[in-house]
Nanobody
Framework: QVQLVESGGGLVQPGGSLRLSCAAS????????MSWYRQAPGKERELVAT????????NYVDSVKGRFTISRDNFKKTVLLQMINLTPEDTAVYYC?????????????WGQGTQVTVSS
């Protein structure tokens, strides 16, 4: 069955770095755009970064541009989020998402999330 399993979260100091990983299984990974979302307590879910199915294009929310890098390996069926120069505003639960829209049909899968806490 479809699974998205995030890992790599934790507690880091401001200015520190983390690398999040999402392992996918149970679907045709290479056909899906992959994204990282985050949600802080009391706030709406926010799209952080997206990478196209082929890995040829990426997009980022303005607040993380220049600091976060999304990448994927379609053989390993993983998507990564490399985060540097973290700030307390980056504190949130980070979720991995797989999305495909084709011929009017939508598939949309989510992981359980991994906590990122940035604090001194």
């Amino acid at each position: 069955q479809v699974q998205l399993v995030e890992s790599g979260g934790g507690l880091v100091q401001p200015g520190g770095s983390l690398r999040l990983s999402c392992a996918a299984s149970g679907f045709t990974f290479s056909a899906y755009a992959m994204s990282w979302y985050r949600q802080a307590p009391g706030k709406e879910r926010e799209l952080v970064a997206t990478i196209t199915a082929s890995g040829g294009s990426t997009n980022y929310v303005d607040s993380v541009k220049g600091r976060f890098t999304i990448s994927r390996d379609n053989f390993k069926k993983t998507v990564l989020l490399q985060m540097i120069n973290l700030t307390p505003e980056d504190t949130a639960v980070y979720y991995c998402n797989a999305f495909r829209r084709q011929y009017g049909l939508v598939n949309d899968y989510w992981g359980q999330g991994t906590q990122v806490t940035v604090s001194s």
